[in-house]
C-alpha cells in the first residue's frame, strides 16, 4: 500500500507538471499572438483615425490624373472598398485554412501567412510615395487574407500544444492580442501622432527633444510621412515572428495523428512540457488517432454531411455568427459616430475611444484569468447577457438624450458595459470552443468552416450597419439585442462545459447529443500505443 501511495504520489506530481505554465509555452503563445494575432487587431482599426486624410489623398490622386475633382459618389464608393476589403480578404483567408495547415503544418501556415502581412505593408507604405490608391484598396485585400489566416490557425495551434488545464486560458492570449493591436492602432492614430496627414507636429517634437541630430532627423522624416507610416508599421510584427517563431517546435498532434512522427511529438512536447515523462499525452493522441481512423481527413463537405458532428457543426456556426452579428464591429467601426450622437466634444471623441480600446484589453486579460475557474459557458452566457442588456438601454438613451440631457452619458456607460460583456466571453471564447469540440481530423475544416462564417458576418455588419443606422436610428440596435438573446438560450440549453476534459472527453459527451456511438471497447483503450510502442510502454512502466 505505501508503494501503491508512492506511486501515485509520483504520478500526481508528474501530472502537475505537465499542466504548468512553461518558458517555452509561454514564448510560442506569445510570438504567435503578437506576430499573427495582434496585426488582426491592429488592421481592423488602423484606418478610422487618419479616414479623412486618407481620402484627401484620394482625392488628391485623381484630381492629379484626370485634371477634374472626384465626386463625392465615387469617393464613397472607394472608402466602401477599402474598409470593406478587408473582410472579404478574411473569408479568403479562412477558405485557405483547411489545404494549408493540413499540409504545411500550423507553425508552416503561420511562418509563411507572415509573407501576405510584409508584402502588404511595404506597398500600404509606400502607396502615398507611389500616388496610388489602388494599392492601399489591394493591400486591404492581402491583409484580409493574412487575417483570416491567423484568426483560425493561431488558437488551433496554440489549442494543440496546452495542456488541458491552459487551454482555456491560453486560447484566449490570440484575442487578447487583437485587442491590444487595436489598442495600438487607436493610440498611433491619434491626431497628434501619427493620424494625420503629414504628422509634422510629433516630428518637430521629437527632433527637439533628441540630442543626436543624425538619429533626430532620420526619425522626425519617418513620423513626417504621417498615415502611411500607420498603415506599414503592421509589417514589423511579422517580421519578428518570421525570425523567432522557427525556433520553436510543430504541434505535437498535428506530428502524430497527421505526420505519423512519434518521435518528433514527443520532443516537442518534452519541450513545451518541460519535463521528460510525456506518455499520458501520447497515449491520449493515439486514442484520438484510433477512434477517428475510420473517417479520416474531414473535407469541409464530409464535416457538413457527418451526422457524428451536426451538434458541434451547428454550435461554432451559432456562435461565431453571434458573436459577429451582435454588433461587436458595428460598435467598433463606428465608435466616434455613435461618440459624436451621444453629445461628446468632437475634439474628445479619438481619446474616448482609445480609453474603450483600454477597456477592452483589460477585461480581454481577466477572461485569461478566469476561464480556467469560472469554465467557457459562464463566460459565454454572461457576455451574452451583458451585451443584450446594453443593446437594449442604449436603445432607449440615444431615443432620449436629446430630451433628457443625462441620456448621453448612459449611452457612453452601455458602450462600455457592452465592451467589457463582449471581451470577457463572446469575442474571445468561439475559437476555443472550436478547438476543443472537434478532433484533429475535423479541426481545420471545422475553423475553415468558423472562419468563414465569422468574416461573412463581419462583412456584412461593415456593410449593413450605415444603412440599417440610416434606416432605423437608434432601433438598429434592437436587432443586435435580440441576436445576443438569442446566441445566448442556444448556448444554454446545447452547449457544454468544455472545462478541463480532453479531447476524447469533450468527443464523448457531443456522441450523446449527436445520437452516436463512439466505438471504442476497453481493449481499444488499453491498447492505444502501436503493437511496437506497446513493448516500450511497458518498459517505461516497469522501470518507475
Not at 251 to 271: C, D, F, H, M, T
Not at 321 to 346: K, T, W
Not at 507 to 521: D, G, L
Request: one cysteine or more; a neutral charge.
Amino acid at each position: 500500500m505505501e508503494l501503491k501511495g508512492r506511486k501515485q504520489e509520483r504520478s500526481e506530481g508528474r501530472e502537475g507538471a505537465k499542466g504548468k505554465m512553461t518558458l517555452s509555452l509561454a514564448l510560442v503563445a506569445l510570438i504567435s499572438a503578437f506576430g499573427s494575432s495582434f496585426q488582426y487587431g491592429y488592421n481592423v482599426s488602423v484606418i478610422n483615425s487618419p479616414a479623412p486624410y486618407m481620402q484627401d489623398f484620394y482625392n488628391q490622386t485623381y484630381l492629379d490624373r484626370t485634371g477634374a475633382p472626384m465626386n463625392s459618389g465615387f469617393q464613397t464608393l472607394l472608402w466602401s472598398l477599402t474598409v470593406s476589403m478587408f473582410p472579404l480578404g478574411g473569408l479568403f483567408g479562412s477558405l485557405m485554412v483547411w489545404p494549408m495547415v493540413n499540409n504545411c503544418g500550423r507553425k508552416g501556415t503561420l511562418l509563411i501567412n507572415n509573407l501576405f502581412s510584409i508584402a502588404a505593408a511595404i506597398l500600404m507604405g509606400t502607396s502615398e510615395l507611389a500616388k496610388t490608391f489602388e494599392v492601399i484598396i489591394f493591400s486591404r485585400v492581402i491583409m484580409g487574407i493574412f487575417a483570416g489566416l491567423a484568426s483560425n490557425v493561431v488558437p488551433m495551434f496554440l489549442g494543440e500544444m496546452s495542456p488541458k488545464n491552459l487551454r482555456g486560458a491560453i486560447g484566449v492570449v490570440p484575442q487578447l492580442f487583437i485587442t491590444i493591436g487595436i489598442l495600438a492602432a487607436q493610440i498611433l492614430g491619434l491626431n497628434n501622432i501619427l493620424g494625420n496627414a503629414k504628422g509634422k507636429a510629433l516630428a518637430q517634437d521629437f527632433s527637439v527633444g533628441c540630442t543626436g541630430e543624425d538619429f533626430s532627423e532620420l526619425v522626425s522624416r519617418v513620423l513626417a510621412a504621417g498615415w502611411p507610416v500607420l498603415l506599414g508599421l503592421t509589417g514589423i510584427p511579422s517580421l519578428i515572428q518570421l525570425l523567432t517563431l522557427p525556433f520553436f517546435p510543430e504541434s505535437p498532434r498535428y506530428l502524430l495523428i497527421q505526420k505519423g512522427n512519434e518521435e518528433q511529438a514527443r520532443k516537442a512536447l518534452q519541450r513545451l512540457r518541460g519535463c521528460e515523462d510525456v506518455n499520458d499525452e501520447i497515449k491520449e493522441m493515439y486514442q484520438e488517432d484510433r477512434s477517428e481512423k475510420e473517417e479520416g481527413q474531414f473535407s469541409v463537405l464530409s464535416l457538413c454531411t457527418f451526422r457524428g458532428l451536426r451538434w458541434q457543426l451547428i454550435s461554432i456556426i451559432v456562435m461565431m455568427m453571434g458573436q459577429q452579428l451582435s454588433g461587436v464591429n458595428g460598435v467598433f467601426y463606428y465608435a466616434d459616430r455613435i461618440f459624436e450622437s451621444a453629445g461628446v466634444d468632437s475634439g474628445s471623441i479619438q481619446y474616448v475611444t482609445v480609453s474603450i480600446g483600454a477597456i477592452n484589453v483589460v477585461m480581454t486579460l481577466l477572461a485569461v484569468f478566469i476561464v480556467e475557474s469560472l469554465g467557457r459557458r459562464i463566460l459565454l452566457l454572461a457576455g451574452f447577457v451583458l451585451c443584450s442588456a446594453s443593446c437594449a438601454v442604449l436603445t432607449l438613451a440615444l431615443n432620449l438624450q436629446t430630451t433628457i440631457f443625462w441620456m448621453s452619458y448612459l449611452s457612453i456607460a452601455c458602450v462600455i458595459l457592452y465592451i467589457v460583456g463582449h471581451a470577457i466571453g463572446p469575442s474571445p471564447i468561439p475559437a476555443v470552443m472550436i478547438t476543443e469540440m472537434f478532433l484533429q481530423s475535423s479541426r481545420p475544416a471545422a475553423f475553415m468552416v468558423g472562419g468563414s462564417v465569422h468574416w461573412l458576418s463581419n462583412f456584412t455588419v461593415g456593410l449593413l450597419f450605415l444603412y440599417m443606422e440610416a434606416g432605423l436610428g437608434p432601433y438598429s440596435f434592437l436587432i443586435f439585442c435580440a441576436i445576443c438573446l438569442a446566441t445566448m438560450l442556444y448556448i444554454f440549453f446545447i452547449v457544454p462545459e468544455t472545462k478541463n476534459k480532453t479531447f476524447m472527453e469533450i468527443n464523448r459527451i457531443m456522441a450523446k447529443r449527436n445520437k452516436v456511438e463512439i466505438q471504442e471497447a476497453e481493449e481499444e483503450l488499453k491498447g492505444s500505443y502501436p503493437p511496437g510502442k506497446q513493448e516500450e510502454k511497458k518498459v517505461l512502466s516497469s522501470s518507475e
